[in-house]
C-alpha cells in the first residue's frame, strides 16, 4: 500500500521493493530493490537512482504536472495538455508506468547510481553500440527490450514493454566535476595517471520508441536472486552464496565482455578462467545464465582473436596492436593459461562453439611449452625475481598477485600452466585427436617431476612463491601455493594435510575465523620483494596479508580435498555470512585501500579497485560438494 504521510513525497515499500514520489515534480526520486526479501534496510536505505535526478516520464522532464492523484495501489500525475503518468503498483515486486500524451518518441528517463551499486544491464540480444557528443560519455549503446538490470549485493530489476517499438539507450557518463588527471602511484598506468572516477557518474537510461506514440507502458519487476540450483538451497546459511553469485559477472558496456567492472574490460585478462570456472554449473533453461555464457563466449573468442601473439602468447596488451615484435612480452604472465582454461571450460557446454577456436588454444599451449627455458619441465617467466624492482626488459611480473615481485619460476603461473595443458590434454583425447596431446603429456610428465624439488622449500617445509634466477626461494608462507598444488593433483592429501596447518600460524597472527576470506601469505612479505608504497605495501594491508574471497576457493577446497572438513565448512560459512551481512561492491574506482574486494584482518577495505575474482569462493560449495552436505544439483 501506498503511504501518503510527507507533504512532499508519498511511497510505496515491500520486502522487495522500495520506490518514492515526488508529488510536485512527478519524479521517481527513490528506487530501492531486494531480489531476496531478506534484508529490510538495504533496499529503503541506499537509493539504485542518482540523486537530484532520479527517473521521470519525459511529458514532465521539463514541465511539471499540474495536479497528482494518490491512491492505494497508484500515483497519477497529469499535465496541462492532458498528459498523464500512472505508476502503478501491482504486486510486492512489480509495478508499472503508463505515459499518456508522448510529444515524439522519449518516454522515460532513469538515472542510476555508479557509486552505490554499478549496474549490469543484460539483453538476449547483443547491444549496439551509438556515438554521442557529450565529451563526458564513456559508452553509449543501444538495447533491445526486455532488459535486465543487475545491481551487486542487491539484485535484479527486469524493464519490459508491451510495445515492440520500445527500446533503451544508456549513456555512462562522468561527472564532469570529478575528472582530470590522478598522478598517483609511479604513474605508470591508466588506473594511476587518470582520473575517471565513475563512481562519480551515471548510467543514464532513455526509454525510447523507434515510430511516434500516443501512449506506452513500461512494467519493471524484481526479479529473484540468480544462482546455480544446490541441495540445500533453502538452507539460510547460504543466503551469501545467493545474493552474491551473479556479482563475478559484471558486464563491460564497450565491448560487452566481462572484467572486473563495468568500465575494464576483460579481454585477455589473468581471471577469465574463473568465470569459466563458475559458468560451468550454471545450467538449465536460466535466461539469465544463458546471456552471461554468451558475453563469456565473445571475451574469448575476442582474446584468441585480436589478443594472442604470432608466437601464440595471449595478452592485453597485444589487443588491437601489432603482433609481429618477437622481443615483445605480455604485461600479465597468468592471461595466456587462463585464456586456455576459459576455453576448456566451455567446451563443457558448448562444444562445437569451443572446436572452432581450438587451433587458437593449441597455438596458446604450444607456446606455453616454449616457456620451459631450461627443458626440466617448469615453466620460467622472462622477469629475475631476485627482487620487486629489478631492471628488466620485459617491465616488471604480472601474474594475479601483482604486489609482489614473483620472477623466475612462478609457483602461481605454473599450476595454471599445469591445469591449462592437463586439460587441453583431456579435451583433445576425447576429440579423438590422441596425437595432438602427445606433446603436452610429455611436458607434464616432466612437470611432476621437478615439480616438488623444484618448488619444496626445506627451511620452511613448504611451497615457495617462487624461485628466483639466482635460485633463491621467496616463501611468505603462502596459503595458494599449498592449496592450489592439493586440487591440482600436485601435493600428496597427507603431505598437504600437514602444511595446511597453516591454520594454526594464521590465529597466531590473529586472523580469528576468517570470515572477510584467506590470506595469500602468512608471514609478512619482505620489503624487497614487494611494491613500495606504504598504503598497499604494509603488514596486514591489500595482498601483503590482506585477506580476499579469490583466495578462499582454492584454500576451502583443498581443506576438503585432504578431509579436513569440519575446519573448511566453518570457515565457508563465516565468509559466507560476511558475504550476507555486509557489502561486498565498493563500486568503481572508490580510490586506493578503499574497496571491500580486499579486507585486513578487522575488516577495514585495503582494496585499490573492484575485484570480481572477490566471488570465486563460492564456486568452493560446488567443487566441495562430494564432502558437503549442500551439494549441487547438475541438470
Known sequence: MIENTHSKYASFDSNFLSATFNKETGALVFLGIESSGREKDR????????????????????????????????????????????????????FSFTIDGIDGKDIFSMNLSIKTAPPTIWTKNQPKKLKSKNPFTIFKNKYSLPLIIHFPDFGRLE????????????????????????LGFKNYSYNHNRLHSLHYGSSFLTFKSSSP?????????????????????????????????????????ELFDMGDNIYFHGTAHISMHMK?????????????????????????????????AFDGEVSVCFYKKDKTNENEFGCSVDSTPSAILSLTGIAKWNLPFAKKLLPYAIKAADYLLTRDTDGDGIFEVPFPGDYMWQPCEFGHQGNWWDNFGFGHKDIYFNYLCHRALRELSELLCSLGLEDNAEKYKKQLEKFDKSFFKTFYNPDSTLMSGWVSRNGKHHDYMFTFAVSM?????????????????????????????????????????????????????????????????????????????????KEADKIFEAILNTYEKYFTHSGLMP?????????????????YNYLADNYYFLLAAYAGKDKMPHSAVVR
Request: glycine residues 8%; hydrophobic residues 30%; contains cysteine.
Open 276 to 308: 569459466s570456472d563458475m559458468l560451468q554449473i550454471m545450467n538449465g533453461d536460466n535466461e539469465q545464465f544463458k546471456m552471461v555464457r554468451r558475453a563469456f563466449e565473445r571475451q574469448i573468442e575476442r582474446s584468441f582473436k585480436q589478443a594472442q
Open 159 to 182: 524493464i519490459s514493454s508491451e510495445s515492440d517499438d520500445v527500446f533503451c539507450v544508456e549513456e555512462l557518463q562522468l561527472s564532469k566535476e570529478f575528472t582530470g588527471l590522478d
Open 43 to 94: 533496499h529503503t536505505t541506499f537509493n539504485l537512482l542518482l540523486p537530484g535526478k532520479g527517473a521521470k516520464a519525459y511529458p514532465f522532464k521539463q514541465a511539471k504536472p499540474q495536479s497528482y492523484e494518490i491512491t492505494d495501489s497508484a500515483f497519477i500525475f497529469k499535465g496541462k495538455n492532458n498528459e498523464s503518468c500512472t505508476a502503478e503498483f501491482d504486486s510486492d515486486k512489480s
Open 485 to 565: 598444488g592439493i586440487n591440482e593433483g600436485l601435493i600428496p592429501n597427507d603431505e598437504g594435510k600437514r602444511m595446511l596447518l597453516l591454520l594454526d600460524e594464521m590465529k597466531k597472527e590473529g586472523y580469528g575465523d576468517l570470515k572477510y576470506g584467506i590470506p595469500g601469505n602468512v608471514k609478512p612479505v619482505d620489503p624487497s620483494d614487494t611494491i613500495d608504497w606504504p598504503c598497499m605495501s604494509d603488514w596486514g594491508q591489500y595482498e601483503n596479508g590482506g585477506l580476499s574471497g579469490m583466495n578462499g576457493f582454492h584454500f576451502l577446497t583443498s581443506m576438503y580435498k585432504v578431509g579436513l572438513d
Open 213 to 253: 506514440l500516443d501512449k506506452a507502458k513500461l512494467n519493471f519487476k524484481v526479479l529473484d536472486e540468480c544462482y546455480p540450483a544446490f541441495s540445500a538451497e533453502n538452507n539460510e546459511k547460504y543466503n551469501g552464496l545467493k545474493r552474491n553469485w551473479l556479482n563475478s559477472f559484471a558486464l563491460n558496456r
Open 591 to 607: 580510490g586506493y585501500v578503499q574497496s571491500v574486494d580486499w579486507r585486513t584482518k578487522d575488516g577495514i577495505p585495503c582494496g
